[in-house]
C-alpha cells in the first residue's frame, strides 16, 4: 500500500496548457504539502495545507493553484504552463506540521517536462 | 546564498568505507533538523530528526551530530554498501513547525 501516491508520474505538455498532478495520502495525516525540485536537485516548499486549509503559500506563481477537497487529498493545478515550470514536484503529508519528531512522508514525484 | 550549506557537493567512496557528511545552517530560529536520503527517482525519505539538546542520534548504518552553538550537523555513513548511493539532504525546520530549509544536498555514489 503507496502511503503517498502521485499521479501522474511522468508528465509531458506543450508550453500554455493547463495541467493537474493529484496527490493522496492514506496514512490519516493532517497535513499535506507541494514541493518542487528543479534540475539542480534542490527542493523548495511551495504550499502547505493543514485539514484543508492554506497554512504555507511560498512566492509562487499564481498560475499555480492547489486544492485540497478533503484532508486526503491535494491536488496541484497549473495554468498556462511555461518552460520554467519543468522539475519534478513532490507531494508530502506529516501527521501535523513539522513540529519535534513530526515525520513527514513523500509521494515518489510527478516529473514535469514542459515542451 | 542559502542559509542551509552542504558539503560536499558529491562524494564517491568505495565500499565498505566510511564517510561523513556535513550540514551548516544559519536559520532561526531553531525547532529541529532533518537528514533524508533520496535515491534516484524516488521521494526523499526520512533518516533522522534532531531537536535542540540532541547532540547524537543514530539510526542503523547512520549517525546524525548536532551542533546547536556552532549550527552545524554532520551525518556519519559507517560501512557503506551500494544501496547508499544517493542524495543526502539536511533540512531545517524553525519557527513553529512550518518553515522548512532545504540543504543543496550531497550526492554520495558507493562503488566497488
Known amino acids: 500500500d503507496t502511503a503517498v501516491s502521485q499521479t501522474p508520474k511522468y508528465l509531458v505538455t506543450q508550453m500554455g496548457n493547463d495541467k493537474s498532478i493529484k496527490c493522496e495520502q492514506n496514512?490519516?495525516?493532517?497535513?499535506m504539502y507541494w514541493y518542487k525540485q528543479d534540475s539542480k536537485k534542490f527542493l523548495k516548499i511551495m504550499f502547505s495545507y493543514n485539514n484543508k486549509e492554506l497554512i504555507i503559500n511560498e512566492t509562487v506563481p499564481n498560475r499555480f493553484s492547489p486544492k485540497s477537497p478533503d484532508k486526503a487529498h491535494l491536488n496541484l493545478h497549473i495554468n498556462s504552463l511555461e518552460l520554467g515550470d519543468s522539475a519534478v514536484y513532490f507531494c508530502?503529508?506529516?501527521?501535523?506540521?513539522?513540529?519535534?519528531?513530526?515525520?513527514?512522508?513523500f509521494g515518489q514525484g510527478t516529473r514535469l517536462t514542459v515542451v | 546564498k542559502n542559509q542551509v550549506e552542504q558539503s560536499p557537493q558529491s562524494l564517491i567512496i568505495l565500499e565498505g568505507k566510511n564517510c561523513t557528511l556535513q550540514?551548516?545552517?544559519?536559520?532561526?530560529?531553531?525547532?529541529?533538523l532533518r537528514w533524508y536520503k533520496q535515491d534516484t527517482g524516488r521521494g526523499p525519505v526520512s533518516l533522522t530528526i534532531?531537536?535542540?539538546?540532541?547532540n547524537t542520534k543514530s539510526n542503523g548504518r547512520y549517525t546524525a551530530t548536532l551542533d546547536a552553538d556552532t549550527k552545524q550537523s554532520s551525518l556519519h555513513i559507517t560501512a557503506s554498501q551500494l544501496s547508499d548511493s544517493a542524495s543526502y539532504i539536511c533540512v531545517v525546520v524553525t519557527g513553529g513547525g512550518n518553515k522548512l530549509t532545504f540543504g543543496t544536498g550531497t550526492q554520495l555514489k558507493v562503488e566497488l
Open positions: 534532531m531537536t535542540f539538546s540532541e
Open positions: 496514512l490519516g495525516h493532517d497535513t
Open positions: 550540514c551548516n545552517y544559519t536559520v532561526s530560529p531553531f525547532s529541529n
Open positions: 508530502a503529508s506529516s501527521l501535523n506540521l513539522f513540529s519535534r519528531n513530526t515525520e513527514a512522508f
